[in-house]
């Protein structure tokens, strides 16, 4: 009906909505890293709230200049509670679950040194070490041929080389600065 304000209310409310759940899925994979939040409790619902997201997520306006922007907003806060999420899996234990979703990641995005360490990660915290080594090799070839610094994709490479990498618990050993 096109005189219902009900309607028109909805329709706006649907981009508010989705930035609410991407903000709230942020919020719950930050409270993984928090000591003393009980990590089964804080699952449940960020797997639900990532499950409503929607790939064009304003599919009547996203042509408008107006929407632009906020589209790519949009897009920037689902990539990054994606990556929280993949990290949050890997922590705990479900690295072997994320490693097919971060090789389609790497196809997608392959500049993104990140997803590049995260995918040699869970690989090396699956026992498979050979394959952790090529994926660094691949991605530190990728980034030296654009002439983009790998020193932590080298870094990572080495701790693999001689397992020094810690096969299970948090990632803040890869992001630590060397003294």
């Not at 009547?60 to 994606?82: C, M, N, Q, T």
Request: net charge positive; proline share 7%; glycine share 6%.
């Amino acid at each position: 009906m096109p005189n219902d304000p009900g309607a028109r209310r909805r329709d706006r409310s649907r981009p508010a909505r989705l930035i609410t759940v991407v903000r709230i899925s942020a919020e719950l994979g930050r409270s993984y890293a928090t000591p003393g939040i009980r990590r089964d409790a804080a699952a449940i619902p960020r797997y639900w709230l990532l499950q409503l997201w929607y790939d064009d997520p304003l599919p009547d306006a996203g042509h408008r200049p107006f929407a632009v922007r906020y589209i790519e907003e949009l897009k920037g806060i689902h990539w990054s509670v994606s990556l929280t999420r993949i990290k949050t899996d890997i922590c705990l234990g479900r690295h072997r679950e994320v490693i097919a979703e971060l090789e389609e990641l790497t196809r997608q995005r392959p500049n993104e040194g990140e997803v590049w360490m995260l995918r040699a990660i869970a690989l090396y915290r699956s026992d498979r070490i050979p394959e952790a080594v090529e994926v660094c090799q691949l991605a530190i070839a990728a980034r030296e041929g654009k002439g983009i610094e790998a020193r932590r994709l080298q870094d990572l490479q080495h701790a693999i080389l001689t397992e020094t990498a810690p096969v299970r618990g948090p990632l803040g050993w890869l992001t630590a600065k060397k003294r």
